[in-house]
Structures are given as C-alpha cells and as structure tokens.
C-alpha cells in the first residue's frame, strides 16, 4: 500500500498537526493524489482524497456521450476538498435554483489510517439517490465517519444527472444511461486503482440507496459490469420499481420536447443535428427544462430515467431487465430492503400544500404520479377503481391525522411491490442459490424525519424514504441527538453493513449482534430493524410475511394488467 504519512506529534492533549505532512498516494499510472484528514465518530484516523477525477470532463464535444476515463497525469493533484456537484436543480425543495457545475466527474476514496487488518481491505463502492435529477456523492452529505469506525475503505462519487445523464433519442446518436455509464467508469476505476489504497478489487460491494438503488440493479443487470463487484446493498428501490425503466417512445417524446424547449425545432427529423445543436445551449437552461415536463406539482419527477438501449457497441442495458434471466451479477449476495413508510416522500407534501386539489382530481393525478398515465383509457380506469376499493374502503377522507391508507398506496406503488418483483425473479432464478439475500425494514423513529425535507411540515407521518440514511452515513440529521435506542441503531447499522461488505453476512458467525435470517423463498424472511414505538422497540427481530397483504393487491394487478 503505497499511502505515504507522517507522524503526528502529540504533547499532553494538544496534537500539534502544523507540521502534519498530508497523505499521499501514487496512482498505478505515476501520477499522484494529495489528501487531508478527517476523523471517525469512534475516534479513529482517516485518510480522505476528495475529488479525484476519473473522467474527462463531460462538456463540448463530450456532453451527452458516453465518458472517456481521465487521462493520466505527472505530478500531484491536490485532492483535499469535495469536487464539484453536477449541475443540477432540486425540485423536491420546490426551488428551482440551478447549482453545481457539467465538469463533475470526480470521486472520493476514504481510508482507514490504522486498520486493524493489514490485508487488502474490502472496499465499499456507494451511488448516491436523488431521482437521477438532484443529489451528490460528497461529505457534507454522505460522510465517512460511521462506515470508518470499520475497516473498509469507502468510493463513492458524482455522475450525471437530469438530461446530461439520462437524455436518450433512442438512436446510436444518444443511446441514453450516460449516468450509469458513469458509474460503470467509476467500477472500473475502482478496479484500476483501489489496491494502491489498500483495498482488494476482487472484493467490492456496491450500494445505493433509492435511485442509487435502482442503479445497483442496473448494474446487476448489465453485462458491462460483471465481475466489477461482488457483493450489492440495494436500499429503496428496485429495478421492477414503476418509474426505474422508461419506456422508449417516452424517452424520445421527452427527447424531442427539450429540443423544442431549447429551440432545436428545424432538427427533429435528425437527432444527430438535434444532440449538436443541443450541445451549444448553456447546461443551465437544459437542467432548468425539466420543470416542464412536470404535470402536478414535481411529478413526473424523474423525466430522463434509464432506457433499454438500442444494440450498440458499448450499450450499457440492450435488453428489458423483465426478458433477462438469470441477471449477469445476480449470483452475488445481496441486502435489499427499505423504510416502514416510503410513501411519505409523496403523502407529506400533498397533504401539507396540495391536499384539496389532489382529493378533488384524484383520478386525473394518480395516475401522473404513478407512471400509468399512458395505459389504455379503459385499462386505466380499471386499476384506478381497484386501487380506490383496495386502499380507501372509507372514502377519501386522509388528512395529516388520518394518512396511513394514503402513504401506503405510495410506499407500495413506488418501492414495495418493485422489491417484490426483484425479489420473485432472484429466487426464481438459475442461479438463486449461489449467493444470500437478506430482506429487511426499517422502522426506527429518529430525532428528525426526512418528511420535513421534502416539505410535509413539522408533523410526524412515519418513517420517511431515506429515513436509514443517517444511521448509515454522517450528515446534519445525523448529528442530532436522539435517545438510546437512536444511539443504538448509529453503531447498529454500519456494523451491518460493513460485516455484510466483509463477509457476505451482516451477522456472520461470532458476532455480538441479533442474527439476521437469511430469505430463501416466500413467505419472506426479513429483519424487522428498530420500532416506531419505544415501548416494544428491538434492534433487529426476525420476521415472515412481509407486507403480504398488500403485495398480493398488486400481485393481482400485475397478473390482470400487466404493471
């Protein structure tokens, strides 16, 4: 491991650190990075290199194409500060403020300073949520400190989002998934790079968390990324999710629409001339466009999302995951599973600012929200009348007291029945057995929920999407302070998570903690992870049946409709 450190000099309490020279490292290809460091919840050293890049900047000539790797340097980059976010808006804030920069391709490595292990080390590999419209791969928001405690070394980075990411014209001019190829040179860096650091390449595991999830089930898709890694944590979000695969004829009306948007009209015979024309307009107003493609408040939120390519040369996804079997990555271990009350991302914010209007055109918004918007007419009122007799027996009369109904039509559309879908065609597959699954929900009130983030006000609906997050990495919300059993689950969770990088097993043999069953079939063995109420709250319990009730609603749906 060539990281070279100097010793610090300590006198009393004080650690002088002025003469501290940084950590250094020599990439394979001679070039350097200069790092900082940083310091982990448990106390322990950290040798952070933030924002080292591993592509040419995506701008010119190269926006909207697939990434080209950096090339190699001489001498030292500094790499001591988070790199820039890729331009994007936020619309779950409902600000409309562009921010980053199109020259973003760039990621973090952190490492433990004194592992107790001096072997490679296994290396965790994170891809950040957001819609594939907003969010960043940096340390304010997704922190080392919790998962450094542990001895992994943790890669996480940026990729390209909105339409810089996702464009597709659903030709070889701009196949699409450019975000996931992204992330696929990030694997591939990972695999180039990670063992001058300390890490073992051949030990990798990829996680994300709701789109970031998705995209770990693209990946475990895709051909272009087998043996990349070999173990995948997959939180919020699936690739049977509704809106995780965008059918192509929507992905190139869309196409067509920001051309028309950013004045590319005399192009729309010839998508190459449109791209070209595309690629002189300024990134801000392309990222701005995507408040025009909303049709209720921020939905269709996720306009540019991932396609199934035409068959090209260098495609990442030629085929629909639904006509893949057995998956390329699928033999690996895997943890999949998601909070108790996903839906709230949804139901918080129409019930705080557009409840009236959502109750009174019911069957003209759910189905925008809910992706079916392109069903036959008959078909959809069909599943509207289902969806209206299974959910709301008594009306629709949900409020912020009386939700719960309403938060589960979300939780179960958007996230629930898509693991299910994942979860019938792992265990159906060939190759089922070669590697674990471990389900689980997380059900743990925290001092703070995400619900107030995406604007549902200061009541407490439940445990909002991204609700695990700062049980899993350091940010605002996880630095506040919560009671015993908050305090519990922050040592809890990354010790899961990291043992599962370690080992293939969140509670391998030996350990401290509650053994977590692993899932073999249905009915589905899960790990209950923390309580809403305090009174009967455990850390982790195991459990069957998950949410059968309502996944068999949407069993019935998927068999008569075909969603």
């Not at 106390?43 to 950096?70: H, M, N, V």
């Not at 014209?169 to 992330?183: E, L, V």
């Not at 696929?184 to 990829?206: A, C």
């Not at 605002?476 to 080992?503: C, H, I, Q, V």
């Given at each position: 491991?060539?990281?070279?450190?100097?010793?610090?000099?300590?006198?009393?309490?004080?650690?002088?650190?002025?003469?501290?020279?940084?950590?250094?490292?020599?990439?394979?290809?001679?070039?350097?990075?200069?790092?900082?460091?940083?310091?982990?919840?448990?106390?322990?050293?950290?040798?952070?290199?933030?924002?080292?890049?591993?592509?040419?900047?995506?701008?010119?000539?190269?926006?909207?194409?697939?990434?080209?790797?950096?090339?190699?340097?001489?001498?030292?980059?500094?790499?001591?500060?988070?790199?820039?976010?890729?331009?994007?808006?936020?619309?779950?804030?409902?600000?409309?403020?562009?921010?980053?920069?199109?020259?973003?391709?760039?990621?973090?490595?952190?490492?433990?300073?004194?592992?107790?292990?001096?072997?490679?080390?296994?290396?965790?590999?994170?891809?950040?949520?957001?819609?594939?419209?907003?969010?960043?791969?940096?340390?304010?928001?997704?922190?080392?400190?919790?998962?450094?405690?542990?001895?992994?070394?943790?890669?996480?980075?940026?990729?390209?989002?909105?339409?810089?990411?996702?464009?597709?014209?659903?030709?070889?001019?701009?196949?699409?998934?450019?975000?996931?190829?992204?992330?696929?040179?990030?694997?591939?860096?990972?695999?180039?790079?990670?063992?001058?650091?300390?890490?073992?390449?051949?030990?990798?595991?990829?996680?994300?968390?709701?789109?970031?999830?998705?995209?770990?089930?693209?990946?475990?898709?895709?051909?272009?990324?087998k043996g990349l890694f070999h173990k995948a944590i997959m939180q919020s979000g699936s690739i049977f999710s509704g809106w995780a695969v965008v059918d192509s004829s929507i992905a190139t009306h869309r196409?067509?629409?920001?051309?028309?948007?950013?004045?590319?009209?005399?192009?729309?015979?010839?998508?190459?001339?449109?791209?070209?024309?595309?690629?002189?307009?300024?990134?801000?107003?392309?990222?701005?466009?995507?408040?025009?493609?909303?049709?209720?408040?921020?939905?269709?939120?996720?306009?540019?999302?991932?396609?199934?390519?035409?068959?090209?040369?260098?495609s990442f996804l030629s085929k629909h995951p639904k006509d893949i079997n057995p998956p390329p990555n699928g033999d690996i271990p895997l943890i999949i599973g998601g909070t108790a009350d996903e839906g709230?991302?949804?139901?918080?914010?129409?019930?705080?600012?557009?409840?009236?209007?959502?109750?009174?055109?019911?069957?003209?918004?759910?189905?925008?929200?809910?992706?079916?918007?392109?069903?036959?007419?008959?078909?959809?009122?069909?599943?509207?009348?289902?969806?209206?007799?299974?959910?709301?027996?008594?009306?629709?009369?949900?409020?912020?007291?009386?939700?719960?109904?309403?938060?589960?039509?979300?939780?179960?559309?958007?996230?629930?029945?898509?693991?299910?879908k994942f979860l019938r065609r792992r265990f159906a597959s060939s190759n089922a057995t070669d590697g674990k699954t471990f389900v689980y929900l997380f059900d743990h009130r925290g001092p703070k929920s995400?619900?107030?983030?995406?604007?549902?006000?200061?009541?407490?609906?439940?445990?909002?999407?991204?609700?695990?997050?700062?049980?899993?990495?350091?940010?605002?919300?996880?630095?506040?302070?919560?009671?015993?059993?908050?305090?519990?689950?922050?040592?809890?969770?990354?010790?899961?998570?990291?043992?599962?990088?370690?080992?293939?097993?969140?509670?391998?043999?030996?350990?401290?903690?509650?053994?977590?069953?692993?899932?073999?079939?249905?009915?589905?063995?899960?790990?209950?992870?923390?309580?809403?109420?305090?009174?009967?709250?455990?850390?982790?319990?195991?459990?069957?049946?998950?949410?059968?009730?309502?996944?068999?609603?949407?069993?019935?749906?998927?068999?008569?409709?075909?969603?």
């Amino acid at each position: 491991m060539r990281i070279l450190v100097s010793l610090s000099v300590i006198v009393g309490t004080c650690i002088c650190v002025s003469n501290i020279e940084p950590p250094k490292i020599v990439l394979p290809h001679g070039g350097g990075v200069v790092g900082s460091y940083m310091t982990s919840v448990g106390g322990k050293g950290i040798l952070a290199f933030r924002g080292i890049p591993y592509a040419e900047p995506p701008i010119g000539d190269l926006r909207f194409q697939a990434p080209e790797p950096i090339k190699p340097w001489v001498g030292e980059k500094l790499t001591n500060k988070d790199p820039n976010v890729c331009i994007q808006i936020n619309p779950y804030e409902r600000n409309f403020t562009v921010f980053g920069e199109e020259d973003c391709l760039y990621l973090n490595v952190y490492v433990p300073q004194s592992p107790t292990n001096f072997q490679q080390l296994p290396v965790m590999v994170y891809i950040h949520g957001g819609g594939w419209v907003t969010g960043n791969g940096n340390s304010n928001v997704n922190g080392p400190e919790r998962l450094l405690d542990h001895d992994v070394i943790l890669v996480i980075g940026n990729y390209r989002l909105g339409a810089l990411g996702f464009l597709s014209t659903g030709t070889k001019d701009c196949p699409g998934n450019n975000g996931f190829k992204d992330q696929l040179l990030i694997l591939k860096w990972v695999k180039h790079n990670i063992k001058v650091f300390g890490g073992d390449p051949d030990d990798v595991t990829l996680f994300g968390e709701s789109a970031g999830s998705v995209s770990v089930a693209y990946h475990m898709y895709s051909h272009a990324s087998k043996g990349l890694f070999h173990k995948a944590i997959m939180q919020s979000g699936s690739i049977f999710s509704g809106w995780a695969v965008v059918d192509s004829s929507i992905a190139t009306h869309r196409a067509s629409k920001l051309g028309r948007l950013m004045n590319c009209t005399h192009f729309e015979d010839n998508w190459m001339e449109m791209i070209e024309c595309l690629k002189k307009k300024p990134a801000a107003d392309i990222v701005l466009s995507v408040k025009e493609y909303f049709e209720f408040d921020i939905d269709p939120v996720i306009a540019f999302a991932g396609v199934v390519e035409v068959d090209h040369e260098g495609s990442f996804l030629s085929k629909h995951p639904k006509d893949i079997n057995p998956p390329p990555n699928g033999d690996i271990p895997l943890i999949i599973g998601g909070t108790a009350d996903e839906g709230v991302i949804k139901s918080a914010p129409i019930l705080n600012l557009l409840n009236e209007e959502f109750t009174r055109k019911f069957y003209e918004v759910l189905p925008i929200i809910s992706g079916y918007k392109n069903k036959p007419k008959d078909i959809l009122t069909k599943i509207l009348e289902q969806i209206d007799e299974f959910y709301f027996k008594d009306g629709h009369n949900w409020s912020k007291q009386n939700h719960q109904n309403l938060t589960n039509l979300f939780s179960d559309q958007r996230f629930n029945f898509g693991m299910d879908k994942f979860l019938r065609r792992r265990f159906a597959s060939s190759n089922a057995t070669d590697g674990k699954t471990f389900v689980y929900l997380f059900d743990h009130r925290g001092p703070k929920s995400a619900s107030e983030f995406f604007h549902g006000g200061q009541e407490y609906y439940g445990v909002c999407h991204t609700d695990d997050l700062p049980y899993i990495f350091y940010n605002n919300f996880s630095k506040l302070k919560g009671d015993e059993n908050d305090t519990k689950l922050k040592t809890l969770m990354p010790e899961l998570w990291t043992n599962f990088a370690r080992t293939g097993n969140p509670t391998p043999e030996g350990t401290h903690l509650p053994l977590w069953l692993p899932a073999e079939g249905y009915p589905l063995q899960y790990a209950h992870i923390g309580s809403k109420n305090s009174e009967d709250w455990v850390v982790l319990r195991n459990e069957k049946g998950f949410l059968k009730e309502r996944i068999q609603f949407w069993r019935k749906l998927e068999e008569e409709f075909d969603i």
